[in-house]
């Protein structure tokens, strides 16, 4: 099926004394589906997601990835010499890339910085800059690395309501990797754990959109998560 | 407040300078010290003590740049410095210029290129002037290559560690964003690499005053360094003054250029966008 998002059989060792960090790896993400990885550091979610993103190799197993797939990273990474509306249009030809690079920043709020410099933006403007840069190109899978892990937490939430605004108007297939459980249980609809390069908890998350995180069900879901990620809690 | 920016260091950040507000005092009290060491030096002069063979008399140089101005020597010697240091720069920053890229951009380009620069410029570029006459003569071309040859390694050396500088975290998003090496170099890594680029342009620039300096004085017909050298056989010691405070003067306005060139070109830097 087009669209989908197939991984199989992904294997990754960068030495052979070492385990592999993704060990036989089976992944599948359904067009529009919104899935969080989570994992400790080490577990092999960076690899993964750099993998599906085209910037490491597969050299066993078969990786699908429905085209084009951008990238939102940890850091912005704009390119400081280049304005805003640049950085967004950046790979883009053709005469309409301008006013499709403002429509994409307009999305994300940032209509009245177009041509500021990236070094004049806060952390939360210029990741705002770096969503509107993926998302420009009308993905048909985005992916986002930790991409609100250096963010203060008000900014965060924001950006929380914002990606889901996004998500649910462009309906691309979305992985979030990240670490923070309340974050995924807020965004996520599938919810995946990966441990030692395996994917060992596929989770549906049913909870309704807009979500309530004093939610019982997302409490639950939450301490399942954290279970499973080794981390256990004392009752309050 | 107005003390601690006269003694405030020549890199602080121009952002500071420019909060405070503008008073005449500063830039008066800057200006007096060399003032009085001319008076002082002028009336050294007129009271006898220090003779015209020694050093000439402020007076007296300005006298002297005046005659050579109205004669016009000066514009011509001048012209003729002016044309070798520029012939010298474009030939050895496109070389330095060209060498880097290559070196920056391939590990084979790296390999071949890098060793013999990093070995040829622990050399001092001016001894090898006595092989330049050799090989090109006494007219233009020694002194011309001799600044090309001088220029070549700033640039080179700035420009080889800007590129490889860039952030290969800003390689890897162009690659995810559609960017082939043609733009990676075009969007990306030249435009990183620029700000140390244009730090070895003005080494380079430095460079190649100093290396004039040198090449003028062989055998040279015209010039600044040949007007220097024909002053000395007739212990003109005020003509003298006049082509050092010219090259002074000319090293000075070429500088002034290139930072304008940088506040251009680099008008993205936060330290430059918030001034």
Do not use: C
Request: no cysteine.
């Amino acid at each position: 099926m087009t669209g989908t998002t197939r991984v199989r059989q992904l294997t990754r060792q960068f030495a052979a004394d070492r385990p592999p960090v993704l060990d036989r790896l089976d992944l599948d993400i359904a067009p529009g589906e919104f899935v969080a990885l989570l994992g400790a550091s080490g577990s092999g979610k960076t690899t993964l997601l750099r993998t599906l993103a085209g910037l490491d190799p597969a050299p066993a197993g078969t990786v699908e990835i429905p085209q084009p797939a951008s990238v939102v990273f940890q850091q912005p990474l704009l390119l400081p010499w280049k304005s805003v509306w640049q950085n967004v249009a950046l790979g883009q030809h053709g005469a309409d890339s301008r006013p499709r690079a403002e429509a994409a920043l307009r999305e994300v709020g940032l209509a009245h910085r177009l041509d500021a410099w990236p070094g004049t933006l806060s952390g939360g403007e210029a990741q705002r800059a770096a969503l509107a840069r993926a998302l420009v190109r009308e993905p048909a899978l985005l992916l986002l690395d930790e991409p609100f892990a250096a963010l203060d937490a008000l900014t965060r939430l924001r950006m929380h309501e914002l990606i889901i605004d996004l998500w649910s108007r462009h309906r691309p297939a979305t992985l979030l990797v990240t670490h923070d459980v309340d974050e995924a249980v807020a965004l996520a609809d599938r919810l995946l754990v990966l441990e030692h390069g395996r994917i060992t908890l596929d989770l549906p998350n049913p909870q309704p959109r807009p979500r309530d995180r004093a939610h019982p069900g997302f409490a639950a879901l939450r301490e399942r998560l954290l279970n499973q990620l080794g981390v256990h809690q004392h009752a309050a | 407040m107005s003390h601690s920016l006269a003694t405030a260091p020549a890199l602080a950040p121009r952002v500071r300078r420019r909060s405070v507000p503008f008073t005449w005092a500063v830039p008066f009290r800057r200006v007096v010290s060399p003032l009085v060491l001319l008076l002082v030096w002028q009336a050294v002069s007129s009271a006898g003590l220090l003779s015209p063979r020694t050093l000439a008399s402020p007076l007296q140089i300005v006298a002297a740049g005046w005659d050579l101005a109205l004669s016009g020597d000066l514009a011509l010697n001048v012209a003729v410095s002016l044309a070798r240091v520029a012939a010298g720069l474009v030939i050895g920053v496109t070389i330095g210029g060209a060498l880097a890229i290559l070196a920056g951009l391939s590990r084979v380009g790296e390999d071949i290129i890098d060793a013999p620069m990093q070995m040829l410029r622990t050399l001092p570029f001016l001894a090898l002037v006595p092989l330049f006459i050799l090989w090109l003569g006494i007219g233009e071309t020694p002194k011309i290559a001799l600044v090309a040859l001088g220029a070549a390694f700033p640039i080179y050396l700035n420009l080889f560690s800007g590129i490889r500088g860039v952030d290969p975290k800003l390689v890897e998003m162009g690659r995810t964003f559609g960017l082939d090496r043609a733009g990676l170099i075009r969007h990306v890594i030249l435009p990183g690499a620029l700000p140390a680029a244009l730090t070895g342009l003005r080494f380079s620039l430095g460079v190649a005053w100093l290396s004039l300096v040198v090449a003028e004085q062989i055998n040279a017909h015209s010039g600044i360094g040949y007007m220097i050298n024909d002053a000395r056989d007739f212990l003109r010691t005020d003509i003298i003054m006049v082509g050092l405070v010219l090259y002074a003067l000319l090293g000075l306005a070429v500088d002034t250029i290139v930072r304008v060139f940088e506040r251009r070109l680099l008008a993205w830097r936060p330290s430059l966008v918030r001034a």
